[in-house]
């Protein structure tokens, strides 16, 4: 659950040796102009005339996109959750080297924080290289030239299939886990709720891909942010997109200590002067486990993992479907309708399950037609919703009013899929939470961080902090309700809504606007009522 410092530029570089100097000056004039070695007059007029219809068509569209304003680095790490259907760009021969694609996380920090560039630019080194910064639109031109020169095609991006992967690999987290709760605290009506949370955040995931295409360079979502509302937007959405990320890592640890104690039962015991159950136990242990994956520094190393999201919820899945038809617990539970004291609860927690705006701008730069944006993010909303609210429905009936607040905890420790089911929930946060708690390195300068040993007590000190914390709130979905009212909802739904107004000005339709500030009203009224709420059970609990 959770984004970076990779830059969305495309970075080629043409080396000239002295044997082979002419006939790659000849190549490059032959890419930059479209003339060269065997050019005429005729092809010299066409150039011209493109030129200036080139020109003409630039005087109409907005300004370009362009920022270096710190932070630049969220990226890094919300690209490992589109990591299993990446762009691979290849590797070209012939003396012409291709940097990694955009899921590279191993840079050094002056490259991460080097901002990408929306028109193209050239840089000729000391040593006599061409570097070429290439926007994403001039990708496909530039892959077609290489093609006509005799050059190995290049891969230029994700299919429909992979970007709806991508995108479900996403949403589909822990949230689900806690989907039954919501019926015993809310009712039935909770999954109305369910579905107009997956209506507005799927509108929002459409305002993000309008934003992006409004001005050519937008490509992050902190860049939507600076686009709307200046550097004092990049920073608020960073810090609340950064608050988000670690969050996870917070219920991370508590989903552990849970599911772990549900497991391995133990006694209270006393450990160096403290008293501690099995629950807080496990976290400890949980801590110690995951502290080796978070000091690694380049995390490609475990990257693929992040795709297990959507191996681990359908493993979930298929094992309630068999616990309720297989294993005897059947599904007679009956509910109410409407409990209103509980409306705050579920859509704190709906909020979090639909929250994967802080992933979509990757998913979309990623894609190798953007014009299946919007139908990819339709199918992959349709799918979460029926995931939720099946998992939702089949929980409530078998378990009702003793069901918790995971799902996991009710399913019989004696049963073999209950056992399989446990340990998926358990397995699969250790791929998530090194990439989650990779939030901190661009707030430190480059300077400092570069110690391995300040690094390691950093990330030391990361993972300590959202132990305590867990210590302190031991509660997986009072947390998660949260999470989901206050930094959800203002990532998936006022944010966006608020940036697109803003970014579309007077050029947004009637319709647009009405919706969007209705979005806008709705997201605060939710946030304000389901924080409150929240709160206010986290310290009756205390």
């Not at 990226?75 to 990446?86: E, G, L, R």
């Not at 077609?144 to 891969?155: N, R």
């Not at 670690?246 to 599911?259: A, Q, R, T």
């Not at 050029?507 to 997201?523: E, L």
């Amino acid at each position: 659950m959770a984004g970076d410092g990779m830059q969305p530029s495309f970075e080629c570089f043409f080396e000239n040796s002295d044997e082979d100097e002419d006939t790659n000056s000849k190549t490059f004039e032959g890419f930059g102009t479209g003339t060269g070695t065997g050019s005429t007059d005729e092809d010299d007029a066409a150039a011209a005339d493109d030129d200036n219809y080139k020109e003409d068509e630039e005087d109409e569209k907005p300004p370009s996109f362009y920022s270096r304003q710190w932070p630049q680095s969220y990226k890094h790490t919300t690209d490992s959750y589109t990591i299993s259907a990446s762009l691979a760009f290849g590797i070209l021969r012939h003396r012409l080297s291709y940097g990694h694609s955009f899921s590279e996380i191993g840079k050094d920090d002056a490259d991460e924080k080097a901002s990408f560039l929306s028109k193209q630019s050239y840089d000729v080194e000391k040593n006599g290289s061409t570097s070429i910064l290439l926007s994403w639109s001039e990708k496909a031109s530039l892959h077609e030239q290489l093609l006509g020169v005799g050059e190995p095609p290049i891969a230029r991006g994700c299919s429909l299939f992979q970007t709806i992967f991508n995108g479900v690999n996403v949403m589909a987290g822990v949230g689900l886990l806690s989907t039954p709760v919501t019926i015993k605290e809310a009712g039935w009506f909770s999954l109305a709720i369910l579905f107009l949370f997956a209506v507005i955040c799927f509108y929002t995931g459409f305002l993000m891909k309008e934003c992006f295409e409004s001005r050519e360079g937008i490509i992050t979502y902190p860049d939507i942010g600076e686009a709307a509302f200046g550097k004092y937007g990049r920073l608020l959405i960073s810090i609340i997109l950064y608050a988000e990320l670690y969050s996870y890592c917070v219920e991370f640890i508590i989903l552990e200590g849970d599911n772990l104690t549900s497991l391995f039962p133990l006694p209270g015991f006393g450990w160096a002067g403290l008293k501690l159950d099995s629950v807080h136990f496990y976290a400890i242990i949980t801590a110690i486990v995951v502290l080796p994956t978070v000091l690694l520094r380049d995390l490609r190393v475990i990257s693929y993992l992040s795709a297990g999201g959507v191996v681990a919820t359908l493993v979930i899945i298929v094992c309630l479907v068999l616990l309720s038809m297989v294993d005897g617990v059947g599904l007679s539970q009956s509910g109410q309708l409407v409990r209103w004291n509980g409306i705050p609860f579920a859509i704190g927690v709906y909020g979090f399950c639909f929250s994967g705006h802080a992933v979509f701008p990757n998913i979309y730069q990623s894609m190798a037609d953007k014009t299946q944006f919007t139908k990819a993010l339709s199918v992959c909303f349709i799918l979460c919703f029926l995931m939720y609210g099946g998992v939702a429905v089949i929980g409530y009936l078998m378990f009702g009013q003793s069901t918790l607040s995971q799902i996991t905890l009710n399913m019989p420790a004696i049963s073999v899929v209950s056992k399989v089911a446990v340990w998926t929930t358990v397995i699969n946060p250790f791929t998530k939470y090194p990439f989650d708690s990779n939030i901190l390195k661009e707030l430190i300068p480059s300077t400092i961080s570069s110690s391995c040993w300040f690094y390691a007590l950093l990330r030391l000190v990361l993972v300590a902090s959202t132990v305590c914390i867990a210590f302190v709130l031991p509660f997986f979905g009072l947390v998660m309700a949260l999470i989901g009212s206050f930094l959800s909802i203002l990532v998936a739904v006022i944010m966006p809504a608020l940036c697109f107004l803003k970014i579309a000005g007077k050029k947004a339709t009637t319709t647009q606007m009405i919706i969007s500030n209705t979005i806008v009203a709705v997201g605060i009224v939710g946030a304000g009522f389901g924080t409150y709420s929240s709160l206010s059970k986290l310290a009756n609990e205390r």
